[in-house]
């Protein structure tokens, strides 16, 4: 999948990169994902793509709207908490650009007149 918006794409790798990584750690897997992992990446993708915020997007941690189910959620945590201390070693760009990221304030939504999150 691949995305319009360079902010998207970018952060499609990072999340792709993080599965990877947790799932070579904890369920051997070489080349390609097991069926686990490759489906909760999908599911990242599809959120992504469907994300109201776009462009404009801070992390998903800091994002005021949750769109993962909570079991995704929880899955999603494991993976970061285990991929999170060793990105910057493994790969450092796209580190440095999810902790600049993360920076950004939350984004406003617009939605019937009405604005959600915060300025």
């Known amino acids: ?10 952060e499609r790798r990072t999340i792709a990169v993080m599965i990877h990584m947790y799932c ?9 994902l097991c069926l686990e992992c490759r489906e909760l990446l999908e599911y990242a993708e599809a959120r992504l793509a469907r994300c ?7 992390t998903c941690a800091k994002c005021p ?18 991929a999170g201390p060793r990105m910057p070693r493994q790969h450092p ?15 406003l939504r617009k939605k019937a007149g009405k604005t959600e999150g915060k300025p």
Do not use: N
């Not at 070579?24 to 390609?32: I, K, L, P, S, V």
């Not at 760009?93 to 984004?107: E, I």
């Open 52 to 58: 109201p915020f776009q462009e404009g997007k801070t």
């Open 1 to 10: 999948m691949s995305f319009v918006s360079g902010r998207l794409d970018r």
């Open 24 to 32: 070579r750690d904890h369920h051997g897997a070489t080349e390609t």
């Open 65 to 82: 709207v949750h769109c993962y189910k909570p079991a995704r959620r929880e899955q999603v945590r494991a993976v970061m908490r285990y």
């Open 93 to 107: 760009v796209l580190a440095l650009w999810h902790l600049a990221d993360g920076l950004r304030r939350q984004p």
